[in-house]
């Protein structure tokens, strides 16, 4: 851990002291203490992890999240759907069987350690909390008990009133897929899928298209795209 790192025990009993939620803890100081380049959280709903915690900065991060959120498959929704940590050393020398159209999309591209923890409530799996480094290797015995205190604490702290409110705005935290929803609602309805159906074929063309999800969703909601010619 860095000199000046701050000190996720203590970040996380200044926000349960102060009653705050999620937004009191700073994603880039929690990645600091931690060794990480990044961190997120998401949680699990209907269509498999909704990012709620993340540093927007972070562009690297949230990359590899949407990614995994596009094909279905990879560390994070490993620890989200398992309720077991998933600690990659280094992605390049995980099987291609593991994640076949992850590890292909990523093979020459960062990041190369990933390490993912669920948010289990009892038997209840939550989401998952990832961190992500550019270089490869393992965490140090303090940097992983600091990294699964940052997972129970952030439980604990979603589990409140006020765990994933805004305390400047007290409005609930902006959704990291807001558009992709409304593009799949905007595809139910322009074409009569289900929902389901719409959130398939949005994926769908974003990975054979090599285009950014949120890009395809972005062109869909403003553009009135159904995605049967290329976007604009």
């Given at each position: 851990m860095p000199a000046d790192a701050p000190d996720i025990p203590a970040l996380l009993a200044a926000a349960a002291h102060a009653g705050h939620g999620l937004s009191a803890l700073s994603p880039a100081a929690c990645a600091l203490d931690l060794g990480f380049d990044g961190l997120t959280l998401g949680l699990l709903n209907a269509?498999?992890?909704?990012?709620?915690?993340?540093?927007?900065?972070?562009?690297?991060?949230?990359?590899f999240e949407d990614l995994q959120y596009t094909l279905g498959e990879g560390p994070t929704l490993d620890a989200a759907r398992t309720g077991e940590p998933v600690l990659v050393a280094d992605?390049?020398?995980v099987p291609e069987s593991r994640w076949p159209a992850l590890l292909s999309a990523t093979r020459h591209k960062a990041p190369r350690a990933v390490k993912a923890v669920p948010l289990n409530l009892g038997a209840v799996q939550l989401g998952a909390l990832t961190?992500?480094?550019?270089?490869?290797?393992?965490?140090?015995?303090?940097?992983?008990?600091?990294?699964l205190a940052l997972a129970e604490g952030a439980t604990t702290i979603l589990t409140t009133p006020q765990g994933i409110r805004d305390m400047g705005s007290d409005e609930p935290l902006a959704l990291h897929?807001?558009?992709?929803?409304?593009?799949?609602?905007?595809?139910t309805v322009r074409l009569g899928l289900s929902v389901?159906?719409?959130?398939?074929r949005l994926?769908?063309?974003?990975?054979?298209?090599?285009?950014?999800?949120?890009?395809?969703?972005?062109?869909?909601?403003?553009?009135?795209?159904?995605?049967?010619?290329?976007?604009?």
């Open positions: 269509s498999g992890l909704e990012l709620v915690w993340y540093d927007p900065a972070d562009t690297a991060g949230t990359a992605l390049r020398d961190g992500y480094r550019r270089a490869p290797g393992p965490l140090t015995r303090s940097q992983m008990a600091h990294f897929r807001a558009i992709v929803h409304q593009a799949v609602g905007a595809l389901d159906q719409a959130l398939i994926r769908a063309y974003a990975f054979t298209h090599n285009r950014p999800l949120q890009g395809v969703a972005y062109a869909v909601v403003h553009h009135h795209a159904d995605l049967d010619a290329p976007l604009p």
